[in-house]
């Protein structure tokens, strides 16, 4: 979920079309014109990576008249469908997956369900990765993995960082290799199998 308030704007006076913007958005929203870049206002959720790495400082951030909430919403008949779906991703469906917006596994899986088949749709529909941008690429191709996607990176691979392991696929050989330094896996697994149970009460 994201509150947004600003949209970007191209000072096309200024821009060099060197095309940075439109390859960092996470949600697709900027695009080239011939040699100018051009924002797609009704895709800009004010993440303000255009804007913080353009060389030129030929993107604006403007307050919006009208700031607008992106969230997806669990609706009763996908509940249990998006409850599988976390879990086979190995979150908890009430897990934050991005610290910048807040946005929920559950919020991710709805997203999913109700049609976004890239990180780039998801983003678009729950604000995830519209923060940092960095970290939250991973949840979202875990949890498109889960529902039997495999979206094509865009040209180029930019905010692509493919995903990292969850707890639940830690092998038995590094468990083995780490348990007595003070980890916990087994433990850990089964803690998070009770939370998921507790919350599903
Ligand atoms: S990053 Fe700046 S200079 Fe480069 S295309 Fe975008 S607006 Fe133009
Ligand atoms: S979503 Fe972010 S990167 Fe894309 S146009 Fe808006 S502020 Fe720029």
Redesign the pocket.
Known sequence: MKTITLKAR???A?????????KMCPTLA?F?KG???VVDEGRCLACAN?HQ???????TLEKLDKPFTVRAVTRDFEREAVEAMCIKAGFNPGQILCYCTATRAEEVAAAIIQGAETPEEISFRTGLRMGCSVECIQPALRMLEAAGITPTPPEGGWQWYGRTPVLQEISQEVKSKYNHRGFYFDSDIALFAEVVKSERR
């Open positions: 191209i000072n096309s200024r821009c060099i079309g060197c095309g940075n913007c439109a900027i080239m040699k100018k870049a255009c790495r353009c060389p030129v400082e030929a993107v």
